[in-house]
């Protein structure tokens, strides 16, 4: 069985470009979920996808989207980035129902550095 | 609104002490609970849960006990190892989703 596994790994963007950071999930998985993790934080929730739809949001403004494909694979994509943008994005997967019980599967994540 | 407090770090013990890193929530409902481990240049895996009041996760020698009355889930080991250096994050899942903010764990020979 395959994990969540997201790339690229490492990313050097300049400030006001866009971003897509990809993510593909664990076999069997179809909710994926979205965090931002700056340096020496912990993840901040930013979306969830199930069923191709936005399935909760956090705090994050709306130049931050996403989407989800038929085979459950996700999309983030940022606009006009901001220095603070710059930190390590965590994809997880889950399988919707029983998501309260065995809890996340989570990638490696994307480490974002915008200049 | 719903969150997770954390003991701050960073923890520093030497190998074989005794280790506890306290959380607590604050929920509408009942989440379940979950620690989560990262490993430096690494995504967090899961290292135990719990999903209802009096429920204790274990796993790796590592535990904690849903206590409804006290809101908190406190992650203890009795005799912590070098490779047990990670930072460590409590969290709860409900309706929403949120993480504490991490305790940092060095352990010295």
């Known amino acids: 069985e395959t994990g969540v596994t997201q790339s690229p790994t490492h990313l050097i963007k300049t400030r006001g470009q866009q971003v897509t950071l990809r993510c593909s999930s664990q076999?069997?998985?179809?909710?994926v979920s979205w965090y931002q993790q700056a340096l020496g934080q912990g993840p901040q929730f930013i979306f969830q996808?199930?069923?191709?739809?936005?399935?909760g949001r956090g705090n994050f403004p709306p130049r931050f989207s996403g989407l989800q494909f038929p085979n459950y694979s996700s999309e983030l994509n940022v606009n006009a980035l901001e220095l603070d943008d710059s930190a390590l994005y965590l994809c997880?997967?889950?399988?919707?129902?029983?998501?309260?019980?065995?809890?996340?599967?989570f990638g490696s994540g994307t480490r974002l550095t915008v200049v | 609104g719903n969150s997770v407090t954390q003991m701050e770090g960073p923890v520093t013990l030497s190998e074989e002490a005794f280790l506890t890193i306290n959380c607590t929530y604050t929920?509408?409902?009942?989440?379940?609970l979950f620690w989560y481990v990262q490993y430096p240049g690494e995504g967090l895996q899961l290292l135990l849960k719990?999903?209802?009041?009096?429920d204790k996760g274990s796993n790796k020698g590592f535990e904690a006990t849903y206590r409804k009355e006290t809101t908190s889930f406190h992650l203890e080991k009795g005799s912590v190892q070098v490779s047990d250096s990670a930072v460590y994050f409590c969290?709860?899942?409900?309706?929403?989703?949120?993480f504490g903010t991490g305790t940092s764990l060095t352990v010295i020979p």
């Open positions: 719990a999903t209802k009041a009096d």
């Open positions: 997880a997967s889950s399988l919707t129902v029983q998501r309260g019980i065995y809890g996340y599967t």
């Open positions: 076999s069997g998985h179809n909710t």
């Open positions: 969290e709860g899942t409900g309706n929403q989703f949120y």
């Open positions: 996808y199930y069923r191709e739809e936005e399935n």
């Open positions: 929920a509408t409902g009942y989440p379940s």
